[in-house]
């Protein structure tokens, strides 16, 4: 069956044609061959069908972002969140801040062509009056959304990082917390070397837990320095850290908890201080860490159906608040005209409209083969 579906109401904005074939795998393939042998036809690249989309005007650079992200997406949280970036959630607020910018461009031009009419200047300055103080409004709207949960952590799942001396019990935590024998367990000192990595999802959270080597600081051989070097690594990037070592001698950033692992064996050191108490072998406490895990988690993660920012958009909506802090602080208008002028640069990079070539390859790079 052949649809025909003429531009430019398509998704792409083009004139395209579906084949809806019935049959095996091998009844695709040979349609496939009999097209590619036609002259001027060839298969679509990864992406191509969405970057035509952008090129068109159909969906610009934040909503292709999204369709990125949810093609990707594996829990409800991440879907939810990749929809609302889809469906044109931030640019919709960055249409309405580029117009308010725009609004402030223009008083601002009117002030430069009209200089000395009372109408325009008021106060003598050479700026539109109230110019400074709405400039620093949008900025503070801008800072309020550059405080909220980024969308790296739900993309890539909250990571939480086990560390600890040797035979504190970390790989037998990890073994339980991911439902899985994934990582080696050994009486021997120095059994795990490396880093092992697993994603989950508890709840429909994305998590991503990390069991590294034993920390010591003597006794470890040149293969084992170089996994506790790593471990070292991971817990200071980590967005959680469970410490199952003595208290207070944990990684001093970021947020850790003090764990008291094996507490079903009674040869087992006594952690006074310790927020949670338990044995991943009888898995007494184990449901009170994994609650407790989703709570944490989902502080820090975006509530679902928010808009989320990514490090690209994250760092040009701060460029935008930048430059127009800069300009409302001026007393030459031509200064606060070129913070103006390098804020709406910021947020037509943020949207497609400017400057972003450099980065669509890797973007579209990420989509399936057509799509």
Request: proline share 6%.
């Given at each position: 069956m052949v649809l025909w579906l003429p531009g430019p109401g398509t998704a792409t904005g083009e004139d395209c044609a579906e084949l809806h074939l019935h049959g095996g795998r091998a009844v695709v393939a040979a349609v496939e061959a009999a097209l590619v042998a036609l002259p001027g036809l060839r298969r679509a690249e990864a992406g191509e069908f969405t970057r035509r989309a952008f090129a068109n005007g159909r969906i610009d650079l934040a909503e292709a972002e999204g369709l990125a992200d949810l093609l990707s997406a594996e829990t409800e949280l991440q879907r939810r969140s990749a929809m609302a970036m889809a469906d044109g959630g931030l640019?919709?607020?960055?249409?309405?801040?580029?117009?308010?910018?725009?609004?402030?461009?223009?008083?601002?031009?009117?002030?430069?062509?009209?200089?000395?009419?009372?109408?325009?200047?008021?106060?003598?300055?050479?700026?539109?009056?109230?110019?400074?103080?709405?400039?620093?409004?949008?900025?503070?709207?801008?800072?309020?959304?550059?405080?909220?949960?980024?969308?790296?952590?739900?993309?890539?799942?909250?990571?939480v990082?086990?560390?600890?001396?040797?035979?504190?019990?970390?790989?037998?935590?990890?073994?339980?917390?991911?439902?899985?024998?994934?990582?080696?367990?050994?009486?021997e000192p120095g059994t795990t070397r490396d880093v092992l990595v697993r994603a989950v999802a508890l709840r429909g959270v994305p998590f991503t837990f990390v069991d590294t080597a034993g920390l010591r600081e003597d006794g470890a051989g040149e293969i084992e320095q170089i996994g506790i070097a790593r471990a070292r690594a991971e817990a200071e990037r980590a967005d959680l850290v469970l410490w199952l070592g003595p208290v207070g001698c944990g990684p001093s950033g970021g947020v850790?908890?003090?764990?008291?692992?094996?507490?079903?064996?009674?040869?087992?050191?006594?952690?006074?201080?310790?927020q949670f108490h338990?044995?991943?072998?009888?898995?007494?406490?184990?449901p009170e860490l994994r609650a407790a895990l989703f709570e944490h988690a989902r502080g820090a993660l975006p509530m679902p159906g928010a808009v989320a920012l990514n490090a690209r958009q994250h760092q040009l909506l701060g460029d935008v608040a930048e430059s127009l802090r800069e300009a409302s602080i001026q007393s030459d208008p031509l200064l606060a005209a070129e913070g103006m002028r390098l804020a709406r640069i910021a947020l037509d990079r943020l949207v497609g409209r400017a400057g972003t070539e450099d980065m669509l390859d890797a973007l579209f790079g990420r989509f399936c083969i057509g799509k």
């Open positions: 640019s919709r607020l960055v249409a309405g801040w580029r117009e308010q910018v725009l609004t402030l461009s223009s008083a601002l031009e009117a002030a430069l062509d009209f200089a000395g009419d009372d109408d325009i200047d008021e106060g003598g300055s050479g700026l539109p009056a109230g110019f400074g103080t709405a400039s620093m409004a949008v900025a503070d709207d801008l800072a309020d959304w550059l405080a909220r949960p980024r969308a790296e952590p739900l993309r890539e799942g909250f990571r990082v086990l560390a600890g001396p040797p035979n504190a019990g970390k790989s037998t935590l990890f073994n339980a917390l991911v439902e899985d024998e994934a990582a080696i367990t050994a009486a850790v908890w003090e764990i008291a692992a094996r507490c079903d064996l009674s040869d087992t050191e006594p952690k006074p201080g310790a338990l044995s991943a072998v009888t898995g007494e406490g184990l």
